[in-house]
């Protein structure tokens, strides 16, 4: 027997949960889609913001939209639709599209901390390291190395011979669940998938932690206040993003074989995470709110 499609369960369960999830799914995707693309516009439009910290953020906004679309609309759709399935391939596909996109926010967010190390403890020749050509060399580096890595657990889970259950217990297609469905030994992809969260999660956390131990290091010594609030200041928001991102991440990928619980603690990396980056970069920058209040008031200006 061949499995033609798989059925994604979802929060089938909870009924009565499901129409309220709904509800704050489809509104924090709105305003996921709007606040990073309020946030690409002013980094594009704002002559201030055309900084190497700022052009890393517009590239990790872009890979926001896309990590929050791969799994939104689906989730969207099984919540009030009788009908849950999802192709063989498109379940697939998902699922490669999923962990890549992930996986590439993994490696920008470490390179967006070695953004913020340079210029912090090299601050007179940071202009000149960190030039246009090198920023674009950097930022193509975390998509790369994104989707090599997801590749190989997604190719093995995929060789895997499916041909008994097909109930997905997740909202969308992911490693662990559709590996707990194979009737063939998931041993090589259940390796393949831990290898790959070492590489794409574990080493970028530790490496974002020698940079902070570093950047604290330099700050510490800066001797006026001011100086240190305005260092600090340039990594708090990158920091909260980084903490909530690999704190969920590192649990659930880390061991392959997935649990129950999965599906609630993906519900923090898929859809609040997403739309509480964009206000944690508003809020606490301070050329960003001056841009936003900026443009606010160049639009809601009225000729007398």
């Excluded at 490696?107 to 030039?131: E, G």
């Excluded at 969260?197 to 206040?225: C, M, N, Q, R």
């Excluded at 600090?232 to 991102?245: D, K, R």
């Amino acid at each position: 027997t061949f499995v033609y499609e798989f059925f994604l369960l979802g929060f089938a369960p909870f009924p009565l949960f499901q129409h309220l999830l709904f509800i704050a799914v489809l509104f924090t995707y709105i305003i996921c889609v709007f606040g990073n693309v309020t946030i690409i516009l002013l980094v594009r439009t704002e002559p201030s913001l055309h900084t190497p910290m700022y052009f890393f953020i517009s590239i990790f906004t872009v890979l926001e939209i896309m990590f929050a679309s791969v799994t939104i609309p689906k989730l969207l759709s099984i919540l009030i639709q009788t009908k849950k399935n999802i192709s063989f391939f498109g379940c697939f596909v998902q699922m490669y599209a999923f962990n890549a996109l992930g996986e590439t926010e993994c490696f920008l967010l470490a390179l967006m901390v070695f953004d913020r190390y340079l210029a912090i403890n090299y601050p007179l020749r940071y202009s000149t390291i960190m030039n246009s050509q090198l920023c674009h060399r950097l930022a193509a580096i975390p998509w790369f190395l994104g989707f090599v890595t997801s590749f190989f657990p997604a190719i093995f889970t995929f060789l895997l011979d499916f041909c008994g259950p097909n109930e997905v217990d997740h909202f969308f297609c992911d490693l662990a669940p559709l590996q707990n469905l194979a009737c063939s030994d998931p041993f090589t992809s259940n390796i393949t998938t831990s290898v790959a969260a070492v590489v794409a999660t574990v080493l970028p956390f530790f490496t974002i932690v020698g940079f902070y131990i570093h950047i604290i290091y330099t700050v510490l010594k800066i001797e006026s206040k001011e100086g240190k609030t305005k260092a600090f200041s340039t990594c708090s928001s990158h920091l909260i993003v980084a903490s909530l991102f690999y704190g969920s991440a590192i649990i659930v990928y880390v061991r392959p074989k997935g649990s129950h619980y999965d599906k609630f603690l993906a519900l923090m990396y898929t859809v609040v995470i997403p739309v509480l980056n964009p206000f944690i970069y508003s809020l606490r920058n301070r050329e960003v709110k001056n841009a936003l209040r900026k443009n606010i008031t160049r639009f809601t200006k009225f000729p007398r």
